[in-house]
């Protein structure tokens, strides 16, 4: 079954991300509504600064958000340790970065928190188990990974990595969760893998 939910984020507007997010989120901005599967195949690009989880093309149908009138689809997520983006100057261990893109190429990006905490978000298990694994490709619910209630950040800004293209963001304010434990073998061996690659 398809799920779809709505998002409330604070309006400000910058030439470049990442950027330092302050105060409480608490405006109404547009809304975000999901039509993603309930299984996707990933499948992972390693370069020397990122791993990548590409949405496979063997995928019956896309993952996309409505967003101010347009259509996004998912193209891939990627993770960054410590975060990129900050609240009131202070920075996570993780922040993942749902990427989407319009038939276009307009871009709207996702960003959700990680810290290190004693529960994990559930939905990241399989994942960072076949990071963990060295496996190159899993099968994950996409709209599981990004919190339900997307309070947050809301601004114009760019790709934080080149060409730094346009990018319409939304930086979630709830946050995903790893352990310390076993499912945190899966982020060591993505870094692990990133750094190793050619």
């Not at 709505?6 to 608490?26: M, N």
């Not at 600064?49 to 063997?58: C, E, S, Y």
């Not at 996309?64 to 100057?89: C, M, N, R, W």
Request: charged fraction near 15%; include cysteine.
């Amino acid at each position: 079954m398809k799920r779809r939910a709505a998002a409330r984020f604070v309006l400000s507007e910058h030439d470049s991300s990442p950027i330092d997010l302050k105060g409480a989120p608490h405006v109404h901005a547009p809304t975000v509504q999901f039509n993603y599967p309930a299984q996707m195949l990933f499948e992972f690009s390693v370069t020397p600064q990122v791993i990548t989880a590409l949405v496979a093309d063997a995928n019956p149908e896309p993952a996309v958000i409505t967003l101010g009138g347009k259509t996004y689809a998912l193209k891939q997520f990627h993770v960054h340790t410590p975060s990129e983006h900050t609240i009131d100057g202070k920075r996570f261990d993780f922040e993942w970065h749902f990427v989407h893109q319009t038939a276009a190429g307009e871009y709207a990006v996702l960003g959700v928190f990680m810290n290190r905490v004693e529960e994990i978000t559930t939905a990241y298990i399989p994942l960072l188990q076949a990071l963990a694994a060295g496996k190159t490709e899993c099968v994950l619910n996409p709209r599981a990974l990004v919190p339900t209630e997307l309070l947050g950040w809301h601004y114009q800004g760019t790709l934080t990595t080149p060409p730094f293209d346009p990018v319409y963001w939304v930086v979630v304010h709830e946050q995903a969760a790893v352990t310390d434990g076993a499912a945190e073998e899966g982020i060591r061996a993505l870094l692990a893998r990133a750094a190793t690659a050619v």
